[in-house]
């Protein structure tokens, strides 16, 4: 069994919850810090905002959006029998879910009323990334091998995208919902989703977990020890000195680049790194991290939500 928990923050660098050390609670903050420990017991599948209001989908109702309440605790559910669920992604500005279904024949995806039938190769824990315009999904299904695009509207599968060494990262859409990155060994894949071009930008360390800027000008990924971020027009490259990368993923305003890594002390932290001076802002730590995180700024970009796992 695994606990979740997760807290918000100043995006400017100031922590809006407590200092970590202590296992097993959910800290929240949402809209404003709140210092009460929200104990959560049940699995969280996905982190959003409505406005300014943080949400979180759980499985201890019918994967049920629970809303963060002003006293701290989550809103309450319906007793009904445990959900089979087994991930769900928010559509941009709505609460519609895509919810990935665990079945006898395997795992199936459900995009708002729409049945969409993933390949037989998904994941154990598949992920799924909705374009900004909420009309295409993009499953990660295969793994290390890329993901596949699916239309929302029809169900029908339109492109396939590789991706030779990496995961898909939190923001794979370009911000005009045309294009798709990945990362390799080499640097980026941008793909378009209609022809199937494919455009490579080169990173000397490669790219893990890519994620466009909100304009779509620019693209952060892990590369190595370092997370950097390359201006797409010019080939400008930026990095920042932090190793141990999960996660990226840029504020709303494209001014920040949140990152989830590893420390060398076994310890795990959430930095925030200045995209124009590289500064980095280690703003909270935590004894024991998640393989793989779930962030969502709020749309002011003025918090930050993100969960940890923690084992027992």
């Known amino acids: 069994m695994r606990l979740w928990w997760w807290c918000g923050l100043l995006a400017v660098g100031v922590a809006a919850c407590g200092s970590g050390d202590q296992p ?3 800290r929240v903050a949402a809209p404003a810090a709140l210092p009460v420990p929200v ?3 049940a699995f969280v599948f996905d982190l959003g905002f409505d406005g300014g209001q943080a949400l979180a989908v759980t499985d201890d109702a019918p994967c049920a959006i629970r809303a963060v309440q002003a006293s701290g ?21 709505s609460r519609t879910l895509a919810r990935f279904r665990s079945r006898e024949d395997g795992i199936r995806l459900a995009a708002g009323q729409r049945r969409i039938r993933i390949p037989d190769s ?9 374009s900004p315009d909420g009309r295409r999904l993009i499953v990660e299904s295969e793994g290390w091998s890329g993901g596949v695009v699916f239309s929302v509207a029809t169900g029908r599968r339109l492109r396939s995208v590789v991706s030779s060494g990496a995961y898909l990262g939190r923001q794979p859409f370009s911000p005009d919902g045309k294009r798709v990155v990945s990362g390799d ?11 199937g071009a494919r455009r490579r930008v080169p990173l000397p360390d490669g790219a893990e977990r890519p994620a466009w800027s ?17 201006d797409l027009a010019t080939g400008e490259t930026r990095s920042a000195p932090v190793a141990g990368v999960y ?15 590893a420390l060398a002390d076994d310890q795990w932290a959430v930095s925030v790194i200045d995209a124009a001076t590289g500064a980095v802002s280690e703003i909270h730590r935590f004894p024991q991290g998640a393989e793989r995180a779930e962030f969502a700024w709020s749309p002011d ?3 930050l939500a993100f969960q940890v796992a923690q084992p027992l």
């Open 24 to 26: 097993g609670p959910v």
């Open 39 to 41: 104990p959560v017991a």
């Open 73 to 93: 605790e989550l809103s309450a559910a319906k007793p009904s029998p445990r959900c089979t669920v087994v991930a769900a992604a928010f559509r941009p500005g």
């Open 122 to 130: 998904a994941l154990d824990e598949p992920r799924a990334f909705w």
């Open 185 to 195: 060994r080499r640097g980026l894949v941008v793909t378009a989703v209609a022809s």
């Open 214 to 230: 909100p304009v779509g000008e620019r693209v952060a990924a892990q590369s190595g020890r370092a997370v950097a971020w390359v």
């Open 247 to 261: 996660e990226v993923a840029w504020s709303p305003d494209g001014r920040l680049i949140a990152a989830y890594h």
């Open 301 to 303: 970009g003025s918090k």
